[in-house]
């Protein structure tokens, strides 16, 4: 099996389970807060920034996204696991108000994928003026913003997935992506090693990341430690000890 293939096995085991861990909760939070300060669209009175769409890779259950959504007018998630997508759809089931989110089974390698396209389409369907906002040029739907919570580390090519961002944004649009640090050997304990297989790196290195970020096209890149997360590791005898792993904030504006 692929690290791919490992690693959404994994996620569909771990879906029904995933909202019960409180240390998903608090990184969740903590992300959500770091994006709030650092995205100037919300820097707003009241915090809103209700005319931005918004594209989140590796949406999984949909922690963060039901955090955002009620802040912006859209936000589509994407994922690969079926099983962390099941419970996404079961939290729009239970709104009581029409969605403004929505998720798509997608491994994003093309901002065109008929499946992201027809997820938005769908949501400014629901919208009064559905529509306004396909790019003039290409016909098709951006984003204004691509955030992504701890799934930059299943991501095999980081230069890739950061030229897909970059085509997937409206001119002036940001992405925020929050993952832990590779800040050496030590932050390979974050996973215990039965983990391991299913993830492409043991955390994203600042100066590889600026650096992908630039080459691509970004510009006024960022990249941030808006918080530390103290977690419960595998020590090097086996035994439970905590560490500290700070995580970034990666920013970029496409000009
Ligand atoms: C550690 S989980 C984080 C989920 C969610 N962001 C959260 O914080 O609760 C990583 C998620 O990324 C998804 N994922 C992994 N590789 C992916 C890819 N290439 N494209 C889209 N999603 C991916 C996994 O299925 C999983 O749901």
């Known amino acids: 099996m692929s690290g791919q293939e490992v690693s959404k096995t994994r996620f569909d085991s771990e879906a029904a389970t995933w909202d019960a861990d409180e240390k998903h909760l608090d990184g969740v939070e903590k992300a959500f807060e770091a994006i709030k300060q650092h995205?100037?669209?919300?820097?707003?009175?009241?915090?809103?920034?209700?005319?931005?769409?918004?594209?989140?890779?590796?949406c999984g259950t949909g922690l963060l996204s039901f955090k955002l959504a009620p802040h912006v007018r859209s936000l589509i998630g994407v994922d690969t696991s079926s099983g962390m997508l099941a419970t996404f759809s079961q939290k729009i089931s239970a709104l009581s108000t029409t969605p403004n989110l929505a998720a798509v089974n997608v491994l994003v390698q093309d901002p065109d994928d008929k499946h992201?396209?027809?997820a938005a389409a769908d949501l400014a369907a629901r919208r009064p003026n559905g529509g306004n906002e396909?790019?003039?040029?290409?016909?098709?739907?951006r984003f204004d913003l691509v955030v992504s919570h701890l799934t930059l580390h299943h991501i095999p090519d980081m230069a890739a997935l950061c030229g897909v961002l970059h085509k997937a944004l409206r001119k002036g649009g940001c992405v925020a992506l929050t993952d832990y640090e590779d800040f050496g050997n030590e932050a390979r304990?974050?996973?215990p090693k039965a983990k391991?297989?299913?993830?492409?790196?043991?955390?994203?290195?600042?100066?590889?990341?600026?650096?992908?970020?630039?080459?691509v096209g970004f510009e006024d890149v960022?990249?941030?430690t808006p918080?530390?997360?103290?977690?419960?590791?595998e020590g090097e005898d086996g035994s439970e000890v905590e560490r500290d792993f700070p995580f970034l904030l990666c920013f970029g504006r496409k000009g």
């Open 39 to 58: 995205v100037p669209a919300f820097s707003a009175e009241g915090g809103d920034a209700k005319d931005l769409d918004v594209l989140e890779i590796g």
């Open 222 to 224: 960022r990249i941030e």
């Open 227 to 233: 918080f530390v997360m103290q977690k419960k590791v």
């Open 134 to 141: 396909i790019s003039a040029s290409n016909g098709k739907y």
């Open 116 to 118: 992201l396209q027809a």
């Open 189 to 191: 304990a974050f996973h």
């Open 196 to 215: 391991w297989e299913g993830v492409e790196r043991h955390g994203v290195r600042k100066d590889e990341i600026e650096m992908v970020m630039r080459a």
